[in-house]
């Protein structure tokens, strides 16, 4: 009788060159492509390794204005 085991293989997290949206728990991501230069695609955060790079939304200074129509076109 032979017994099958199971493998466990640790996952290789994904080195994004940048990183261009973030929405819950995704990230938008531009990778390197050996085939077409670079590929974008939405990931999950715990598949990155984001080791050094930068995240938008992180930096709580970073605040847009926010106008109703009326004040934007009042303002031309």
Known sequence: MTHKQDLII????V???R????????LMVIIANVENGE???????E???????SIPGDD??????V?????HFASS
């Open 19 to 26: 990183v261009a949206a973030r929405r819950p728990r995704e």
């Open 10 to 13: 640790p996952s290789k997290r």
């Open 47 to 53: 598949e990155l390794d984001l080791n050094g790079i």
């Open 39 to 45: 590929s974008v695609d939405w990931i999950d955060e």
């Open 67 to 71: 106008y109703s129509m009326s004040e």
């Open 15 to 17: 080195r994004p060159q």
């Open 60 to 65: 709580d200074n970073q605040t847009f204005p």
